[in-house]
């Protein structure tokens, strides 16, 4: 193994990098590249390393405390949709023959090219993968306590509480049901890939398929645990608005929760960056139901996803020592 897959900080600390668990692959972002890496159906691996440019770095305004919460989660989204398509075009055909580009598809070539046309279908992919979320998490359990209401009398503080509840179960039947698909087992146990070799790192080892294997596979800066405490951040603070704002009617107290997600998507952003910061008894009993949801969401790899997270994170790691630290 080369000495350059075998780095690692020398001194212990907290990384920056973070990545994302692929069909067959994992991608890494680091504080200058970001990198795709997947296993091919032969067995070899197939990677893509690109520059990134920040948002803040092109637009300052966009790096403030407050501000960068939505558009990071919005570049995230777009990255992470950009490399799942990557990851896609290595699954084998089942049908003998290859499949026709859609009509959409061939109208966006013809008139956009094909660089323009990935683009349109990335950022429409982003706006049905947020719609899809706000509606099931955000506004599918307003919409289903709404109908309750129309048969038995609630009084704001009952209809606050059954809207968290159903958040609650929803988001949790959803990672458990997604657990269960073959599919999806595989790109869980990318992800406990991922989350050990950052470990690895973070602990001062060399990264080594010996070594990430130790390492355990559930990381309190994980983006499930974001995700999460979107949700329990969501109900603290409806619960607050609509204790002073008395609003029975479905579609206002939607309206007004579509209002309030921007500064609930900010506000969680800058949370988790405080509590990812700091390793104490406080920060760990925050992030301690985000890391029991990783019992869901990430599985223990066999050595070749290993390999996978090892390399995606060895290509992304910055010349200048420290420069990734947190």
Same mark, same amino acid.
């Given at each position: 193994?080369? @000495?350059?897959?075998?780095? /690692? ?11 994302? *668990? ?19 159906? !032969?067995?070899?691996?197939?990677? #893509? ?8 770095? %092109? ?15 919005? /570049? ?16 084998? !055909? ?60 609630? *009084? ?10 159903? %958040? ?24 406990? *890939? ?7 790192? !973070? ?52 309206? &007004?929760?579509?209002?309030? &997600? ?17 390793? @104490? ?12 949801? #990783? @019992? ?26 420290? %420069?990734?630290?947190?």
């Amino acid at each position: 193994m080369s @000495n350059q897959t075998k780095r /690692s900080c020398d001194t212990p600390y907290k990384t920056m990098i973070g990545g994302q *668990a692929l069909i067959e692959g994992i991608m890494m972002l680091g504080p200058e590249k970001k990198a795709v890496v997947v296993r091919k159906p !032969e067995g070899d691996l197939a990677e #893509q390393v690109e520059e990134r440019v920040l948002i803040k770095d %092109k637009h300052p305004a966009l790096g403030l405390p407050f501000i960068r919460g939505v558009f990071n989660f919005c /570049s995230s989204m777009a990255n992470g949709v950009k490399a799942l398509m990557y990851s896609a075009s290595f699954v084998p !055909e089942e049908e003998e023959t290859p499949q026709e580009p859609s009509k959409m598809e061939q109208w966006l070539d013809k008139h956009l090219g094909s660089e323009k046309a990935t683009s349109v279908l990335v950022t429409i992919a982003v706006v049905m993968g947020i719609l899809f979320s706000v509606g099931l998490f955000i506004l599918l359990p307003t919409a289903l306590v709404g109908v309750l209401g129309r048969f038995v009398p609630l *009084a704001m503080w009952l209809r606050n509480l059954l809207e968290g509840v159903v %958040k609650v179960v929803i988001f949790m039947g959803y990672l458990m049901l997604c657990s269960h698909m073959k599919e999806i087992h595989r790109v869980f146990q990318y992800h406990g *890939a991922e989350h050990k070799t950052i470990f690895c790192y !973070e602990h001062g080892l060399p990264l080594t398929v010996e070594n990430v294997r130790k390492q355990p596979r559930h990381h309190p800066r994980c983006g499930t645990s974001f995700l999460f405490v979107v949700i329990v951040v969501s109900i603290l603070l409806s619960s607050v608005v609509f204790s002073f704002i008395s609003v029975t009617n479905t579609f206002l107290r939607m309206a &007004l929760h579509l209002l309030m &997600l921007p500064f609930i998507v900010s506000l969680t952003y800058e949370f988790n960056r405080v509590v990812g910061r700091y390793d @104490n008894w406080l920060t760990r009993l925050v992030s301690a139901p985000g890391m029991w949801l #990783q @019992n869901w969401t990430t599985f223990e790899p066999d050595d070749s996803m290993i390999e996978v997270g090892i390399r995606a994170f060895t290509l992304v790691l910055p010349e200048e020592k420290g %420069k990734d630290q947190w």
